[in-house]
T-cell receptor, first 112, second 110 residues
């Protein structure tokens, strides 16, 4: 069965520090992978997506993610975190039936 | 401007009431979805539709029902709301690619 895990429930980083949010997936075929961000009281906004090709994808707000097939991972990174990045981050995989399965989310806090 | 809308944004209602959560999108997408999200928890798919007159149950069992009479409209209905229905409900639509999400409806049933 398809699944998405995000090992870190909550992460706290200092403003200006680098960030890496982990995501692992279980899916038999080549996955379509996504990272979404949800600010408090808001819907989800797409940060970036991977369909094929270059395994390092660039997204909005300075985020990037790297697809590693051998590790079934799609970790999200940002070199320098801003206070406005504090939010909930969801990794997701789209199945062959066009259903999107979300991970449990990682809550990011940013210390000034 | 192409977008996806949900109304109401917030709803507080008493037990036993019938409610309908509205979702509309202006992008002409065939696929639409409803997700339920408890505070601080992951999203669970409760309904989806591949087009007009197509509706399917999602992975999480829900007492709600949906309809898809028009491409742009995918309302969710609870015939008799209960406190266990208190949650956030997110609507989404997609084309080939990623899902666009609405702002959500935060429902509280007293």
């Amino acid at each position: 069965a398809q699944s998405v895990t995000q090992p870190d429930i909550h992460i706290t980083v200092s403003e200006g520090a680098s960030l890496e949010l982990r995501c692992n997936y279980s899916y038999g075929a080549t996955p379509y992978l996504f990272w979404y961000v949800q600010s408090p009281g808001q819907g989800l906004q797409l940060l970036l997506k991977y369909f094929s090709g270059d395994t390092l994808v660039q997204g909005i707000k300075g985020f990037e993610a790297e697809f590693k097939r051998s590790q079934s991972s799609f970790n999200l990174r940002k070199p320098s975190v801003h206070w406005s990045d504090a939010a909930e981050y969801f990794c997701a995989v789209k199945t062959s039936y066009d259903k999107v399965i979300f991970g449990p989310g990682t809550s990011l806090s940013v210390i000034p | 401007e192409a977008d996806i809308y949900q109304t109401p944004r917030y709803l507080v209602i008493g037990t036993g009431k019938k409610i309908t959560l509205e979702c509309s999108q202006t992008m002409g997408h065939d696929k639409m979805y409803w997700y339920q999200q408890d505070p601080g928890m992951e999203l669970h798919l409760i309904h989806y539709s591949y087009g007009v007159n197509s509706t399917e149950k999602g992975d999480l069992s829900s007492e709600s029902t949906v309809s898809r009479i028009r491409t742009e409209h995918f309302p969710l209905t609870l015939e008799s709301a209960r406190p266990s229905h208190t949650s956030q409900y997110l609507c989404a639509s997609s084309e080939v690619g990623y899902s666009h999400f609405g702002p959500g409806t935060r429902l509280t049933v007293l």
